[in-house]
């Protein structure tokens, strides 16, 4: 028998356990996401003075949905188990997002650049292992560069200004990576 690659899991069939953990732990973080954009637009609405950050927000937000729905119809189609923290992350996300955005704005640009920094390292360790699953590869490498583009986006807003930007960034990135590890498992 020949030594041939694997193909990937037709749409309605059950994913192997490698590509079921990376749409498990997409689908999470793009929640995450989410509600981190919610939290920090439930500040920025509510403060006189916010409204360009807060735009900026709400394009970055909506391209956050988008990959949402997209890893939502995927978990269905590939018949993969969400993460059982769904509920943790909608609190942790969204206090996560109010929480720097009650910081000010360049505290919540610098959350957005870290936590769009650690999806981009992600996203790239995943687009190396996808191999033959060319639907989903392309699906990951079109959300990095939108991930990638609102880092820098964060960045040119002044994200590196925020008060404490450097411990405040390493704590995001650490939370982001105990996260991932934890929503690839439970």
């Known amino acids: 028998m020949a030594n041939r690659a694997k193909r990937p899991a037709p749409p309605g069939v059950k994913a192997d356990a490698d590509i079921e953990s990376m749409i498990r732990v997409d689908h999470a973080g793009e929640y995450g996401a989410v509600r981190i954009y919610e939290g920090q637009l439930a500040v920025l609405d509510a403060r006189p003075g916010s409204r360009e950050a807060a735009a900026t927000i709400r394009k970055m937000a909506a391209q956050e949905q988008h990959h949402l729905e997209t890893f939502d119809k995927l978990v269905i189609e590939r018949r993969v188990r969400p993460t059982a923290l769904e509920p943790v992350w909608r609190v942790a996300g969204f206090a996560l997002g109010a929480a720097t955005a009650l910081l000010g704005e360049k505290a919540a640009m610098a959350c957005t650049a870290a936590v769009e920094d650690v999806i981009d390292e992600h996203y790239a360790r995943q687009v190396e292992r996808l191999g033959n699953d060319a639907a989903l590869k392309r699906t990951v490498e079109g959300f990095r560069?939108?991930?990638?583009?609102?880092?820098?986006?964060?960045?040119?807003?002044?994200a590196e200004q925020a008060p404490g930007y450097r411990f405040l960034s390493e704590g995001i990135k650490a939370g982001c990576r105990l996260a991932i590890k934890l929503s690839e498992r439970i």
């Open 145 to 158: 560069a939108e991930e990638i583009a609102h880092r820098d986006e964060a960045l040119a807003n002044g």
